[in-house]
């Protein structure tokens, strides 16, 4: 197991280097700058500017720069666009928002599609089935900016028993965690369902049944760890996407979240921003996914490590 | 023959023999199956209430897509400011936006471009994707280990920021919309094509293609991609959603087209921000997109069904 950990270790440190390099140059290439897009400064101004920043110097140099500062001390640089503050205290605002708006929508997630899977397998084929089929796929068919919407208009400003918009006490929570984590508790619910389904074929299960084990028991001692298999290794994508779907999410909510700070930072050609936080959202993702395929691992003894 | 090679199975029943060894060779793998497993997996289709359906909604969406707007009195982007945004009436049958446009025609002009986008960025999907897979597949050993790492890793990837930082730095261009989307949809699609392409190498008529002869170009096109036709099928009809909601949510951040052009995710944005006075500008945009992106779950999952295919997704 810890060569396997090392290894992907290893691994990773590749990926998020590859990725940082790919960032950093791609940005530089594309047209504007931080500074064009504000009211025309002259063009004294704008050196000064540049070389405040260290923007005049050759790029490798600025490159080099910035990977010393970033390897050395876990350093960001300053962002171009918010004067004076950098771009570590933004991430250190915004991203405990993000994080818990993620964490609720993942537990929205499991709570509710979990349930769904395991009735819709245990009584399979029946209009229970059908029923937590359906709510499943309107539920990955109905996607978050029309799921958000409809909710605020209704919840929020037809019965007005939340807010619309805003981050400030735990009312504000619901709408968002909602909305976000409905569409991966469909996707929770199908792959439980169809995970369960599949187990409850296997010989063991028969082995189980004939040894006079009780319903209950083959389910919760015996299918369970089989049956959501699928839904650990999905995990890892749904993490992903929840950390993304939250851009739309912050959007829609008026949440104060590193989400909508990113689509406005890659707006405004806040290099140092942009930069941060894809370095952030990548390091997180890769992380989390070593993580799943450890869990499988750990739920599925056959699997080894490769 | 030149036909589709699934139609020219279909033509060879087993036991009249094959006029030319190179049938023959696609004869031989699944000779019983063959003949019938298209004919099978029809029956089964039809038999699928759901899928029917949600072929038939598609069909008439596309339909109504292409060639509603000339039928239409109103022009997608004709304002009437004097009328303002107006409930569905009998003069405009889904209501008019703030501009005075109507929905109606507005919301099938901007079906054009979200069908268009995910017809043609699933084509840039599956372009790459059956070709990549193919080659690792067929390759085998060294090439395709470090062919699938790289699809791992990719795997790993926030490839939604990508998109995004794309779209935001060079333009809302339609064209790099369609790449960016593809480029990014075709990961899922390699990998299966490569598992099929793997256990199609250990089958008889592939052994046999190779005594006869033929080239390995030939054998990879002619005879083992078509034979990995049915999961092929199935994962586009389910990438399309993907690719449409994709779009849609680039287009609900500002990144998609731009005005007076709309898509489906471009209603969706306008219609969140007027839902409170003007509920019918979310609703229709939002229950459109919603059932269009039913239906091709529901085809999809029927097709996975009748040409029964194991998810490969796990």
């Not at chain 2, 279909?10 to 793998?29: A, V």
Request: proline share 5%; hydrophobic share 50%; net charge neutral.
């Amino acid at each position: 197991m810890l060569p396997f950990i090392l290894r992907r270790t290893l691994q990773i440190a590749v990926v998020l280097w590859v990725i940082i390099t790919a960032t950093f140059f791609m940005i530089r290439f594309v047209p504007g700058g931080p500074f064009t897009a504000e009211k025309a400064v002259t063009p004294e101004i704008l050196r000064n500017l540049e070389a405040h920043y260290g923007l005049d110097r050759p790029l490798w140099q600025q490159y080099l720069d910035y990977m010393g500062k970033l390897v050395l001390h876990g350093d960001l640089g300053p962002s171009f666009k918010y004067a004076s503050r950098s771009v570590n205290e933004i991430i250190a605002d915004k991203l405990p928002v993000s994080l818990e708006l993620g964490a609720l929508a993942l537990g929205v997630a499991l709570a509710v599609g979990l349930p769904l899977g395991l009735v819709a397998a245990v009584r399979r084929n029946t209009l229970l089935d059908y029923l937590c089929s359906s709510v499943a796929m309107l539920g990955i068919c109905v996607p978050t900016f029309v799921l958000g919407p409809l909710l605020v208009l209704f919840f929020a400003i037809k019965l007005g028993w939340t807010n619309a918009s805003g981050w400030y006490g735990p009312g504000d929570r619901v709408l968002p965690a909602l909305t976000l984590g409905l569409v991966y508790a469909a996707y929770v619910a199908r792959l439980t369902r169809g995970g369960i389904l599949e187990v409850l074929g296997q010989d063991y299960i028969r082995t189980a049944r004939a040894k006079g084990a009780s319903a209950a028991r083959i389910l919760w001692q015996h299918a369970l760890r089989g049956g959501l298999l699928p839904v650990v290794s999905f995990l890892g994508p749904a993490i992903a996407g929840i950390l993304t779907g939250s851009f739309v999410i912050e959007t829609i909510f008026q949440i104060p979240g590193l989400g909508r700070e990113f689509v406005q930072s890659a707006f405004n050609r806040d290099y140092t921003l942009v930069l941060g936080t894809v370095i952030l959202y990548a390091t997180l993702i890769v992380v989390l996914n070593l993580a799943v395929d450890i869990a499988q691992v750990w739920l599925n003894p056959r699997r080894k490590f490769e | 023959m030149n036909a589709p090679s699934n139609d020219a199975r279909g033509d060879l029943r087993p036991d009249d023999e094959p006029p030319t060894l190179d049938d023959g060779s696609q004869n031989k793998g699944e000779a019983e199956a063959s003949g019938s497993l298209w004919h099978d997996a029809w029956r089964r289709l039809a038999k699928n209430r759901l899928a029917v359906f949600g072929a038939g909604v598609l069909a008439l969406l596309t339909l109504a897509c292409v060639f509603g707007p000339l039928f239409s009195s109103y022009r997608y982007d004709a304002q009437d400011l004097m009328l303002g945004a107006s409930a569905p009436s009998a003069a405009h049958w889904l209501g008019t936006d703030t501009l005075g446009r109507d929905l109606f025609v507005r919301l099938l002009v901007g079906g054009r471009i979200s069908l268009g986008v995910g017809l043609c960025a699933t084509l840039v999907a599956l372009v790459i994707g059956v070709v990549y897979g193919a080659v690792a597949g067929f390759a085998g050993g060294r090439v395709d280990t470090l062919m699938m790492r790289i699809v791992d890793i990719m795997y790993a990837l926030p490839f939604t920021i990508f998109v995004i930082l794309l779209m935001v730095f060079f333009g809302r261009n339609i064209v790099l919309l369609f790449v960016a989307i593809g480029a990014v949809e075709w990961l899922t699609m390699a990998r299966i094509v490569r598992d099929q392409i793997l256990s199609l190498k250990k089958m008889e008529f592939i052994e046999a293609a190779q005594v006869l002869g033929l080239g390995r170009r030939r054998i990879l096109f002619r005879h083992m991609i078509p034979n990995a036709l049915g999961p092929i099928i199935v994962y586009t009809t389910l990438t399309i959603p993907a690719v449409m909601l994709l779009e849609a949510f680039l287009s609900f951040l500002g990144l998609g087209v731009q005005p007076p052009l709309s898509s489906w995710g471009v209603l969706i944005k306008d219609g969140a921000e007027k839902m409170e006075e003007f509920w019918w500008l979310l609703f229709f945009p939002g229950g459109l997109f919603s059932l269009t992106l039913f239906s091709l779950n529901f085809l999809g999952d029927g097709l996975r069904d009748a040409l029964d295919i194991r998810s490969a997704k796990d």
